[in-house]
C-alpha cells in the first residue's frame, strides 16, 4: 500500500531558542478602510504673454483598495493587522497635473479562507489560489477647476474634495486549520506529544488549561507530503454549554480534518474520558462526532497504565488503540505511520463521492 511506504521524517533542522511561544490565529475581526480621493485643484494658467489663460486645475489621484489575496505563502492570520488602512490618492495641481492613484494593498490570507460580514453572512469563500476578495473600495479622485469649464462659465473656482474610502468591518475564518486535531482532556499530554512529534513549542506545565490558544506543528514524509498538526485546549465535560474554553475549543476542533484522541492511561477508568469527549461532540452538533479519528492511550510509561489499557481495548471494543508514551518517545513511529494511514483513506474517499 502506498500510505505504508511513506514514513515520517525526521526534522533536519534544530528547534528554535525563541522563548515565547507562536501562536496561531484561525479567526480574525479586522476593520478595512478604502483610502481617501485626491482632492482637486482651483488654478489658473498665467503665460507670459496671456494673464489669464484660463483654468488648469487638475484631478485628485483615486484611493486604493483593500483587497484580501488567497495565497499558498501564508498559513494563518497572525500577519494580518487588525486595521487595514489603504493609501490616499494624491492632489491634483497647477497645469492639469493630476494627482497619482493610489496603490492598493493587497493583503494575503491562506487558502480556504471564509470572509464573514457584521451580520454573519458569507461574503467570500476564497478556496483556490489568487482569488481576490475587494474588502473596501477607495474614493475617486476629486475633479479640478478645469472639469467645471463650460461656455457659461469659463473661469470656474471651484474643485471637488476627494471622497473618503468605505469603511468595512469583516470576520477572516479558515475553513480548514489542521489535518490532524489532538483532543483530550486538560494534561492529557497533547502538547507533550505535539512537541515530540514536530518543531513546535507549546507551553508544558502540570496544570489545567495550559494551552490557551492553539499550536500548529509540521511532520514532513517522504514523500515530500506534509501533515499540519493542531495542539487544541483541553475539554471539559459541558463544554457544549461553553464552559472552559468549550464553544472556542469546538470551533477550532471543527476545523480539522481527522480528530486524534488523547486519553491519559495512568488515570481511573480512562474509557470514560473517551464517552464524555464523544458526547461533547455529539452534543455540539454538525459533523464533528463523524470526522475520521483515531485513539492513542499515553502516558504508558507509568505503573498504572498497563492495567488499564488492557481494559480500555475491551471497553471501547477497539483494537487499534494505539499505546504511546509522548515524554518517553514510545511508538511515535507507529502513530505518524497510522495518522497517513487514515488520512489518505479519508482522502481517496472524498474523491469517490465527489
Same mark, same amino acid.
Not at 461533547?280 to 499515553?298: D, Y
Not at 511508538?331 to 479519508?346: F, G, K, P, S
Given at each position: 500500500n502506498y500510505?505504508? !511506504?511513506?514514513? /515520517?521524517?525526521?526534522?533536519?533542522?534544530?528547534?528554535?531558542?525563541?522563548?515565547? =511561544? &507562536? $501562536?496561531?490565529?484561525? *479567526?480574525?475581526?479586522v476593520r478595512t478602510v478604502g483610502?481617501? %480621493?485626491?482632492?482637486?485643484?482651483?488654478?489658473?494658467?498665467?503665460?507670459?504673454?496671456?494673464?489669464?489663460? %484660463?483654468?488648469?486645475?487638475?484631478?485628485?489621484?483615486?484611493?486604493?483598495h483593500i483587497i484580501f489575496q488567497a495565497s499558498n505563502d501564508v498559513r494563518n492570520f497572525n500577519h494580518v493587522s487588525s486595521v487595514l488602512r489603504a493609501p490616499e490618492g494624491g492632489i491634483g495641481s497647477a497645469k492639469d497635473c493630476h494627482g497619482k492613484n493610489a496603490k492598493?494593498?493587497?493583503?494575503?490570507?491562506?487558502?480556504?479562507?471564509?470572509?464573514?460580514?457584521?451580520?454573519?453572512?458569507?461574503? =467570500?469563500?476564497l478556496g483556490h489560489a489568487d482569488l481576490m476578495f475587494v474588502a473596501a473600495r477607495g474614493g475617486a479622485g476629486g475633479k479640478g477647476n478645469r472639469f467645471f469649464t463650460s461656455d457659461k462659465e469659463t473661469s470656474p473656482k471651484v474643485c471637488e474634495y476627494g471622497p473618503p474610502g468605505e469603511d468595512c468591518s469583516y470576520t477572516l475564518e479558515l475553513r480548514s486549520m489542521a489535518?490532524? %486535531?489532538? !483532543? %483530550?482532556?486538560?494534561? *492529557?499530554?497533547?502538547?507533550?506529544?505535539?512537541? =515530540?512529534?514536530?518543531? *513546535?513549542?507549546?507551553?508544558v506545565a502540570p496544570y489545567a488549561f495550559?494551552?490557551?490558544?492553539?499550536?500548529?506543528?509540521?511532520?514532513? $514524509?517522504?514523500? $515530500?507530503?506534509?501533515l499540519t498538526i493542531a495542539d487544541l485546549p483541553g475539554l471539559i465535560p459541558e463544554a457544549h454549554r461553553n464552559k472552559g474554553l468549550g464553544i472556542q475549543f469546538l470551533k477550532h476542533a471543527e476545523?480539522?480534518?481527522?480528530?486524534?484522541?488523547?486519553?491519559? /492511561?495512568?488515570a481511573p477508568e480512562p474509557w470514560r &474520558?473517551?464517552?464524555?469527549?464523544?458526547?461533547?461532540?455529539?452534543?455540539?452538533?454538525?459533523?464533528?462526532?463523524?470526522?475520521?479519528?483515531?485513539?492513542?492511550?499515553?502516558? #504508558?510509561? #507509568?505503573? /498504572?497504565?498497563?492495567?488499564?489499557y488492557e481494559q480500555l481495548l475491551k471497553e471501547l471494543n477497539q483494537c487499534n488503540i494505539l499505546g504511546i508514551s509522548a515524554k518517553m518517545?514510545?511508538?511515535? =513511529?507507529?502513530?505518524?505511520?497510522?495518522?497517513?494511514?487514515? $488520512?489518505?483513506?479519508?482522502? *481517496?474517499?472524498? &474523491?469517490?463521492?465527489h
Open positions: 500510505c505504508q !511506504i511513506a514514513t /515520517a521524517l525526521r526534522p533536519k533542522k534544530g528547534k528554535s531558542t525563541r522563548k515565547e =511561544a &507562536q $501562536y496561531f490565529s484561525d *479567526a480574525k475581526k483610502g481617501k %480621493g485626491g482632492d482637486g485643484c482651483v488654478s489658473f494658467l498665467q503665460l507670459w504673454c496671456n494673464e489669464r489663460a %484660463g483654468p488648469d486645475g487638475g484631478d485628485g489621484g483615486n484611493g486604493g492598493h494593498l493587497v493583503i494575503k490570507v491562506p487558502i480556504g479562507t471564509i470572509v464573514r460580514n457584521t451580520k454573519g453572512l458569507i461574503v =467570500a469563500d489535518e490532524v %486535531g489532538l !483532543i %483530550g482532556f486538560p494534561n *492529557a499530554g497533547k502538547s507533550t506529544l505535539l512537541n =515530540a512529534l514536530t518543531r *513546535a513549542k507549546p507551553k495550559t494551552t490557551l490558544r492553539p499550536h500548529l506543528g509540521t511532520v514532513q $514524509y517522504d514523500d $515530500y507530503v506534509q476545523r480539522c480534518t481527522l480528530l486524534l484522541f488523547v486519553l491519559d /492511561a495512568s &474520558q473517551y464517552e464524555q469527549l464523544m458526547h461533547e461532540l455529539e452534543q455540539f452538533g454538525g459533523r464533528l462526532a463523524s470526522r475520521p479519528q483515531l485513539v492513542v492511550a499515553n502516558k #504508558m510509561d #507509568m505503573s /498504572a497504565s498497563a492495567a488499564n518517545g514510545q511508538n511515535l =513511529a507507529q502513530l505518524l505511520t497510522n495518522i497517513r494511514a487514515v $488520512y489518505e483513506r479519508h482522502k *481517496a474517499k472524498e &474523491q469517490l463521492e
